[in-house]
């Protein structure tokens, strides 16, 4: 049975991803909290020793270091045999969710949640920038779930579990009220907390959680 660490730190949406993935799946993982707030994953003996791309979250598998979180998702998709599609064409939306949501929701909400939430004085025409681009995004979104259960079809993918990682968190940190303002985006999380196994993310990932502001 293969052992897993899992490095991360809270506030992480694609630490929440992993975690949540082997939740779904049935396994644990001994977590390990990093001190991303206190700079840590910048310390070039952090990168050293376990990521020298200098990101979290980083999964060990019986002490072998994985990072970048699509690949290992897939690759626990394909372990256990769940979550990644059932066939050719639910395969292919799973990767192109999964390309989009690194490069667009993941990507721009990441910042502009970590910015809003845990920096004292975040410039405001930045967050402007950075807001418009996450609406564009959910109503993207939005309007892709709001015509069958999940991304790729009826039944949840890593793609689905990609697209969810940092909206789960409380909305008091990012601003959103996805109920009132994108609620095909609340529905599709709300079938993703249906799930035999799901946890929130604070549930999954505990430790010392970096100062809020917002």
């Not at 200098?54 to 290992?72: F, H, N, Y």
């Not at 969710?97 to 667009?104: E, G, I, P, T, V």
Request: hydrophobic residues 40%; charged residues 25%.
């Amino acid at each position: 049975m293969t052992r897993y660490r899992l490095h991360y730190f809270p506030e992480s949406g694609n630490s929440y991803k992993l975690a949540l993935m082997l939740a779904l799946c049935g396994q644990t993982f001994d977590p390990v909290w990093t001190d991303f707030g206190g700079g840590v994953t910048r310390s070039p003996a952090w990168r050293a020793s376990v990521n020298p791309m200098g990101e979290i979250p980083v999964l060990e598998e019986d002490g072998a270091r994985l990072t970048q979180t699509g690949p290992i998702l897939l690759r626990l998709a394909e372990r256990y045999g769940r979550f990644g599609g059932r066939d050719e064409r639910e395969r292919f939306e799973v990767l192109r969710w999964l390309f989009w949501d690194n490069q667009k929701l993941s990507g721009f909400m990441a910042a502009y949640r970590y910015r809003r939430a845990f920096t004292p004085d975040p410039d405001p025409q930045v967050q402007a920038y950075l807001r418009g681009r996450v609406d564009d995004f959910l109503g993207i979104l939005g309007g892709e779930v709001a015509g069958r259960p999940f991304i790729a079809g009826d039944a949840a993918t890593v793609a689905d579990l990609s697209l969810c990682g940092y909206l789960l968190f409380p909305k008091e940190e990012a601003g959103y009220d996805l109920a009132k303002d994108h609620p095909a985006v609340q529905a599709w999380l709300q079938r993703i907390a249906a799930l035999p196994g799901w946890q929130p993310p604070y549930d999954l990932l505990p430790g010392r959680r970096l100062r809020r502001y917002a």
